[in-house]
């Protein structure tokens, strides 16, 4: 089976135990993401699991892309495969039910740091604050 042939036998066995959700920790250049990606294409050819039941988190959106691509090589489709970072996740998420919430809708922006310390300092400006209490305004704001 084309899924299982360029893992070694440790990833082997991890795959053909995986039952469930997965967590792998590994240094670096250990296989994990080839064992993250071939398990997903194992239980989506061989297993039968739709890629819409699928959610796999990474920490970046260059390794999500790459596992996206990795797995394309040997499935082919898939379509629904949720594999982004915690914060994409969560952002599709929101964008996805906000409507639920009343009065809200899909429509809103995701400040940067720099956005939100642009923005914190014109508030503080129009409410004519002391401007060196900056950091004590975003802390509680934080903290809030």
């Known amino acids: 089976m084309d899924i299982l042939k360029d893992l070694n036998e440790a990833q082997k066995q991890a795959l053909l135990n995986c039952k469930g959700a997965v967590l792998v920790t590994a240094g670096a250049g250990s296989g994990k993401t080839k064992l993250l990606t071939n398990t997903i294409a194992y239980i989506i050819k061989e297993q039968g699991i739709s890629p819409q039941n699928i959610l796999a988190i990474t920490f ?54 720099s956005d939100s310390d642009k923005l914190l300092k014109q508030v503080i400006k129009d409410l004519s604050l002391p401007l060196e209490n900056e950091k004590h305004y975003a802390t509680v704001i934080s903290y809030c």
């Open 60 to 113: 970046t959106n260059k390794a999500a892309n790459e596992m996206k691509n990795r797995i394309y090589n040997l499935v082919g489709s898939v379509s629904g495969l949720w594999i982004s970072t915690f914060h994409s996740m969560c952002l599709k998420m929101l964008r996805q039910n906000i409507s639920k919430l009343d009065g809200y809708t899909n429509e809103f922006s995701v400040y940067s740091d």
